[in-house]
């Protein structure tokens, strides 16, 4: 129903700043919950940020919060995931992710999102 792409990835040094973005097509995005998820080599798809369909909830993983900021530009239809202070143990593929159109607090899982992009890799020299 959606299809995402997702940019900004790249080499960075820890400290250092990166800003992914995801943009849709096929439909907007604006009814709907938008993610941004995060798996390095041997583990789980894990949550890492959410926004609700308006903007005005977000929601962060206890790893990344203070760090990392999730909005969004439903004129765009486009995501963003603005990364600071980047650590190695932040080294993954991330992937957007594009949900319900029912927003909710708490971790979020893979499963409750439908569309997916193709990842960008995010890695964080020490």
């Known amino acids: 129903q959606v299809q995402l792409v997702e940019s900004g990835g790249g080499l960075v040094q820890a400290g250092g700043s990166l800003r992914l973005s995801c943009a849709a097509s096929?439909?907007?995005?604006?009814?709907?919950?938008m993610g941004w998820f995060r798996q390095a080599p041997g583990k789980e798809r894990d949550f890492v940020a959410a926004i609700s369909w308006s903007g005005r909830s977000t929601n962060y993983a206890d790893s990344v919060k203070g760090r990392f900021t999730i909005s969004r530009d439903n004129a765009k239809n486009t995501v963003y995931l603005q990364m600071d202070s980047l650590k190695p143990e932040d080294t993954a593929v991330y992937y957007c992710a594009a949900g319900g159109t029912t927003y909710y607090s708490g971790r979020h899982y893979p499963t409750d999102y439908g569309s997916w992009g193709q990842g960008t890799q995010v890695t964080v020299s020490s």
């Open positions: 096929g439909r907007t995005v604006s009814s709907y919950t």
